[in-house]
């Protein structure tokens, strides 16, 4: 049967004017409608594509795609955690930095502090240098102002001390008595005493210029208050103190060439850093010509002061 | 960066002590600059390289 026969049929049909052709009609005519209505349908429900093809043909279709693009999807998911590790370790890392960074320059300003501390005390032994050359070879001008040139002189000395407000260092000098045995005698002192601290005169044994002047050695005393330790608890002095820096002034290790002893209170117990006690003996170095050229001058042998009988 | 003289040392050791200057003061005054100048062009070095890394 070819379409001319089917067309043929249907020209029969309307002609015989039967109910047949119009049913078939109207039964053709709803069937395309729901039809219709379907395809919309699964089109709102997303069950086909407006071609009318199903999801699951679709799915199918694109798999090789969608596997290729979710394997790149994993993989720069994967490839994002790392970099976030890896952010979160230079993170660490530059924070570590940064703190040791920050205590160098702490440190730094630390050791500048020191340096400059250090700097400073190279200009206040420059001075005293100076100006006990100065006294020595002006002997006038010394006899004249002694007070006021010891004065000074010690002045550099406790320039250097950390924390003078708080230790209100305070210095005396001490020497063999000439004429009573057994005692040191008022040589010197810094600027803070008061003229009765002339007046005492520490024993060779009992007190802790005396320790330090019989053995010929630095004796520091952390705080005086400790038991045990060689110190003259009657010692007139203004001012309450805790630490006490006996240093004996000599020439190297030698007992004879001893003349005397420098001792350096401080108020608090432990005042005095071991830089600091160095620098006192440093200084008692750069007073000693000075002194051993006083004492000379009066006449007294630097022998005699120091011999190991007037230690006794 | 000469030398202090020794009349306005001993002024600066007596505002010291009168407690009319301050510890920095002393220093930066007694020194003017003596043996400082090496401690000095450290610092500088250090603060251009600071400045410079911020």
């Not at chain 1, 600027?191 to 053995?215: L, Q, T």
């Amino acid at each position: 049967m070819d379409i001319s026969e089917i067309i043929r049929f249907f020209e029969r049909l309307e002609s015989s004017g039967g109910w047949f052709y119009d049913f078939l009609s109207y039964f053709i005519a709803i069937g395309l409608v729901l039809v219709f209505i379907i395809y919309l349908i699964r089109l709102w429900r997303g069950e086909i594509n407006w071609l009318g093809q199903r999801a699951e043909e679709i799915n199918e279709t694109d798999s090789p795609q969608r596997d290729e693009l979710e394997n790149q999807v994993t993989k720069l998911i994967q490839e994002n955690e790392l970099l976030i590790k890896q952010i979160n370790k230079k993170d660490r890392m530059i924070q570590k930095l940064t703190k040791e960074v920050k205590e160098v320059k702490q440190l730094y300003m630390e050791l500048d502090e020191r340096y400059e501390d250090e700097t400073y005390t190279m200009s206040q032994i420059v001075y005293t240098a100076e100006e006990v050359a100065t006294a020595i070879v002006n002997e006038e001008d010394f006899v004249k102002n002694k007070d006021d040139i010891y004065d000074n002189l010690l002045d550099y000395l406790i320039n250097t001390i950390r924390g003078y407000r708080e230790k209100s260092p305070r210095i005396v000098i001490h020497i063999p008595h000439f004429t009573k045995e057994g005692v040191l005698m008022h040589y010197a002192h810094s600027s803070g005493y008061s003229h009765r601290i002339k007046e005492y005169e520490p024993e060779i044994f009992g007190s802790a210029v005396g320790h330090a002047w019989r053995n010929n050695e630095v004796y520091y005393i952390p705080d005086v208050e400790e038991a045990g330790i060689e110190f003259d608890r009657n010692r007139q002095a203004k001012k309450k103190f805790r630490s006490l820096l006996c240093v004996p002034l000599s020439a190297g290790q030698d007992f004879s060439t001893c003349i005397g002893v420098l001792s350096l209170t401080g108020e608090p117990v432990n005042a005095y850093e071991k830089i600091e006690r160095e620098r006192v003996v440093l200084f008692s170095k750069l007073l000693y010509p000075l002194i051993y050229f006083d004492l000379v001058r009066k006449g007294v042998s630097a022998n005699g002061l120091g011999s190991q009988e007037s230690k006794t | 960066m000469d030398w202090v003289p020794k009349k306005v040392r001993h002024e600066l050791n007596r505002l010291y002590r009168m407690g009319e200057i301050s510890k920095k003061q002393l220093m930066d005054q007694m020194k003017n600059g003596l043996f400082d100048h090496e401690r000095l062009a450290v610092k500088k070095k250090l603060k251009r390289l600071l400045e410079k890394n911020d």
